[in-house]
């Protein structure tokens, strides 16, 4: 789900990339900005999973992570 969102984000000329962070048995995908390296923010799991697989939801993804 991962390697899809950075394949979206790239198509629309998004500057992010999506990280599989884990730490103390939790799991989340941290949103980083690929020209600075600045943490933009973290969804779960199950949030990466369902934009992956519905473009409308990864522009909803998208616009949670600027605003």
Same mark, same amino acid.
């Given at each position: 789900?991962?390697?899809? !969102? =950075?394949?979206? #984000?790239? #198509? +629309? =000329? +998004? %500057?992010?990339?999506? !990280? ?7 799991? *989340? ?5 690929? +020209? ?7 969804? %779960? %799991? *199950?949030? #990466?999973? +369902?934009?992956?697989?519905? %473009?409308?939801?990864?522009?909803? /993804?998208? /616009?949670?992570?600027?605003?």
């Amino acid at each position: 789900a991962v390697g899809r !969102l =950075n394949y979206a #984000a790239g #198509a +629309q =000329n +998004q %500057p992010l990339e999506f !990280l599989v962070r884990e730490e103390r048995e939790r799991l *989340w995908v941290e949103v980083v900005d690929r +020209q600075t390296g600045e943490k933009k923010g973290e969804v %779960p %799991p *199950w949030a #990466a999973i +369902q934009a992956a697989s519905d %473009p409308f939801r990864l522009v909803g /993804l998208l /616009l949670d992570v600027y605003l």
